[in-house]
């Protein structure tokens, strides 16, 4: 079955430095993966889609990869900020089915000034 | 544009109630999805209707179902609940016409059993 692996424990960093999360995944080949961010008490909040074909996808301090070879995305924050802290989830589309997402357990970023 | 509204923001009941919650979606989305989110199970896809047809299941028994009316509005109803049905319930939305689409969510609805 499809499965989604996000590294559980906690990401801490200095503000300022880059940080990167890792998503793997097995058992299929998505077309596409998202990036979430989570606040607590609070929904995902959307923030970069990478499709197959594409290496790379930059957004302002957000650049995601997607490497399907090592079936693996990395989310590079740079010039990371307090605001920052927060946990961030990959999802990859369930195989055959519209807007059926299955989401990795997430990483929760604390970056400390 | 006002985001996903979801209601109530918290809810207790005890075991063997039913609930229904609601969900409102961003104006003009036609999609919209429920997720299950506990600590332990992480988000968990359960169904998403479209044009007030389910599209997708997720693999969740049938005391959990839903609907969807044709302003886009959708309900979830759990019967019977259980103490395991405790969670943050999420709805999400999005235009649906096609996959892929970034999904919109609300700030759920938080469950508890007694």
């Known amino acids: 079955s499809q499965k989604i692996e996000q590294n559980s424990e906690a990401l801490n960093i200095q503000e300022g430095k880059t940080a990167t999360l890792t998503c793997n995944y097995t058992n299929y080949s998505p077309a596409y993966l998202q990036w979430y961010r989570q606040d607590p008490g609070r929904g995902p909040v959307f923030l970069l889609l990478i499709r197959e074909n594409e290496k790379e996808k930059r957004k302002e301090r957000l650049k995601v990869t997607f490497d399907t070879t090592l079936k693996q995305s990395l989310f590079h924050i740079t010039a990371s900020q307090p605001a920052d802290s927060a946990t961030y989830l990959c999802a990859l589309p369930f195989s055959g089915g519209y807007n059926k997402l299955i989401f990795g357990a997430g990483t929760r970023l604390a970056v400390h000034p | 544009k006002a985001g996903v509204t979801q209601t109530p923001r918290y809810l207790i009941k005890t075991r063997g109630q039913q609930v229904t919650l609601s969900c409102s979606p961003i104006s003009g989305h036609r999609s919209v999805s429920w997720y299950q989110q506990t600590p332990g199970q992480g988000l968990q896809f359960l169904f998403e209707y479209f044009s007030e047809t389910q599209r997708n299941k997720g693999n969740f028994p049938g005391r959990f179902s839903g609907r969807q009316f044709s302003n886009s509005r959708s309900e979830m109803n759990v019967s019977t609940l259980e103490l395991g049905d405790s969670a943050l319930y999420l709805c999400?939305?999005?235009?649906?016409?096609?996959?892929?689409?970034?999904?919109?969510f609300g700030d759920g609805t938080r469950l508890s059993i007694l």
């Open positions: 999400a939305s999005s235009p649906g016409e096609w996959d892929s689409q970034p999904q919109h």
